[in-house]
Every structure is written in C-alpha cells, then in structure tokens.
C-alpha cells in the first residue's frame, strides 16, 4: 500500500506565493520521477513540473521561472514553490510518483489532489 498526501494549498492573490508539499508514505524501495500536475474546471490535467531522483527538473513554459520543484529523498518528500501566482494559475494541483515497490514492481501512483486558487 503506496499513500502520497499532498498539502499546502489555498486561497492566493494574484502576484503571491504557496507552498505545496507531496508526501510518500508505504512499502516501497525507492521512488525515480516524482511530479506535479494540475487540472482546471474544463481542462484536461497538465504537466506542471517533474524531478528525479538525481535531483534533475523539468517545467512546463508557463511556470518556468516562477515554481520551483524540489524534493527531500530522506523524508520521501517533494515540494512546489510557487511564486508570481496567476488567476490561470488556479487548478487542483496533483502529485504523482514512479515507484520501485518492495516486491520488486515498477508502478506510479496519484495523491488525491489540493485546491490552488489565485483571486483577487
């Protein structure tokens, strides 16, 4: 049983920032790729930023140089730095992860989603 908890969305002006937190938690060996994605109302889910276990990062053009992807392999944790926030910014944010499990299987898993919304 694989858990990944995302956390640390909310309400936000335009032009502010947050801080979203991805943790994974169960009998697994090691994870490779962890990403974000985020879905819109009326949208199909997009890739938003992905980082490897050797720490390199990947952003969609609409986020580079505002968000930051990171994360914290002692902790099984991967973090988003939002910063510069847009009202088109506004999405349920998802975390996801590839997975070597403890038997030996390659397989991904999907947090259950946190709401970002950028309003004024």
């Known amino acids: 049983q694989v858990q990944l908890v995302e956390s640390g969305g909310g309400l936000v002006q335009p032009g502010g920032s947050l801080r979203l937190s991805c943790a994974a938690s169960?009998?697994?060996?090691?994870?490779?790729?962890m990403g974000w994605y985020r879905q819109a109302p009326g949208k199909q889910r997009e890739l938003v930023a992905t980082?490897?276990?050797?720490?390199?990062?990947n952003y969609a053009d609409s986020v580079k140089g505002r968000f930051t992807i990171s994360r914290d392999n002692a902790k099984n944790t991967m973090y988003l730095q939002m910063n510069s926030l847009k009202p088109e910014d506004t999405a349920v944010y998802y975390c996801?992860?590839?997975?070597?499990?403890?038997?030996?299987?390659?397989?991904?898993?999907w947090g259950q989603g946190t709401q970002v919304t950028v309003s004024s």
């Open positions: 996801h992860a590839d997975m070597l499990l403890i038997s030996r299987v390659r397989d991904d898993y």
């Open positions: 169960g009998r697994f060996f090691t994870i490779y790729v």
């Open positions: 980082i490897t276990s050797g720490d390199s990062t």
